[in-house]
């Protein structure tokens, strides 16, 4: 049977899963396993009703609305994975909610399988990030169990805020509720005292790049108490991708983001992003303007680790007994002090064979690429 949403009238179909194990970790690529410490997600829903522009899932058929799918079961199946992990004496890395939708887009006012979810969490005592353009996030009961968490350092909330305007918003994020909207909730979010993280991403070359906007950024950040900010620069796969974004440009902005040139091959992928020249003078500007009001910084799925300024990259030292999986970067300058991690020797142990399985490949393809450093030279700055 199908459901059917009031907000934006389009068809949800349950999923009955009888394993979750394989969806419990994102699959590897070079962004992911080179760079990434949250590849371990929370996924209740296929699919997102924000329809932004920009959204790399659009590649995976699969994730592409109208139809919504909801993993009616999820809560339950996670329930069984987190019991696994502490049968087997496995650290209990943080989950991400959501990686690759918004478990809290309007579907779930009506399901509540992402409410659900965190409630195993909290009774597990599983650390989670929450992840979301949703105002449901400051709403009850939804900030009350995000509250608990907080309490106990089990939780905290990152907020993607990619445009300010709530008119080029629209354009950009047709789906998704207004930034002027989010940054309220971020506001009694942090009011309520749950740790809060903007995400600019993507930074749009011309469109949320320049000086000006990065400063009004900062501020933004300052003015909610936002305690980081993450940064993403826009990766494409070709220039066509770019036409959704000319109404939220003026013509000369959108000329120079269409310029071929500005654009480069991601190392053996078919993406493209801007130049590491144009990235780091870009990240350093915000990097500085949030230095000015007090604020971390860090740079998404790229290396340039010297321009952050957070412990961690995805905000997992705000949790408590902190779990991150080897990258790269642990690779090559060693594991980080105070933190623990979840290693193939953990993981080897786990009965989980898909999630075994897909955790084990980003280690080894994070441990591969760490051994052709020439060819990374770009994104490791």
């Not at 047709?174 to 942090?190: H, N």
């Not at 078919?270 to 500007?285: E, L, N």
Request: hydrophobic letters at 35%; a positive charge.
């Amino acid at each position: 049977m199908a459901y059917y949403s009031w907000w934006a009238m389009r068809e949800y179909i349950p999923v009955s899963n009888s394993r979750l194990d394989g969806e419990l970790v994102v699959g590897h690529s070079i962004p992911m396993s080179a760079f990434c410490y949250t590849i371990f997600r929370l996924d209740p829903y296929i699919g997102c009703e924000h329809s932004c522009s920009y959204c790399y899932t659009k590649f995976f058929s699969s994730l592409t609305p109208p139809v919504v799918k909801a993993r009616v079961k999820f809560p339950k199946l996670f329930r069984k994975a987190i019991q696994e992990f502490k049968r087997a004496e496995i650290p209990i890395p943080p989950f991400r909610l959501s990686e690759l939708t918004d478990g809290l887009q309007p579907l779930e006012k009506d399901l509540r399988l992402s409410l659900d979810t965190l409630r195993v969490c909290l009774d597990e005592e599983v650390p989670v990030i929450v992840s979301t353009k949703s105002t449901l996030v400051a709403e009850p009961p939804w900030i009350d169990v995000i509250k608990e968490l907080a309490g106990e350092k089990l939780a905290y909330v990152q907020i993607t805020v990619t445009v300010l305007d709530d008119e080029k918003a629209r354009i950009i994020e047709p789906g998704a509720p207004p930034p002027s909207k989010r940054l309220e909730a971020a506001q009694r979010l942090t009011d309520e005292g749950i740790p809060v993280v903007l995400r600019l991403q993507p930074l749009i070359p011309y469109l949320t790049s320049s000086h000006e906007y990065l400063e009004r950024y900062a501020e933004t950040a300052r003015q909610v108490g936002a305690v980081q900010v993450i940064a993403e620069v826009l990766r494409i796969r070709t220039l066509k991708t770019l036409t959704t974004l000319r109404r939220a440009m003026t013509p000369q902005d959108y000329r120079k983001l269409v310029d071929p040139n500005l654009w480069r091959k991601y190392p053996s992928s078919a993406h493209k992003h801007p130049p590491k020249t144009w990235r780091v003078k870009t990240y350093t500007t915000l990097r500085r303007e949030l230095a000015k009001r007090k604020i971390l910084f860090a740079v998404c799925r790229e290396g340039l680790y010297t321009l952050n300024t957070a412990p961690d990259c995805c905000g997992v030292y705000l949790l408590k007994n902190p779990v991150l999986r080897p990258t790269i970067r642990e690779c090559i300058y060693g594991p980080r002090p105070k933190y623990t991690y979840i290693t193939l020797q953990h993981l080897r142990k786990l009965g989980l064979a898909n999630f075994r399985q897909k955790a084990i490949k980003h280690i080894e393809l994070a441990e591969q690429l760490s051994k052709h450093l020439e060819g990374l030279r770009d994104l490791l700055g």
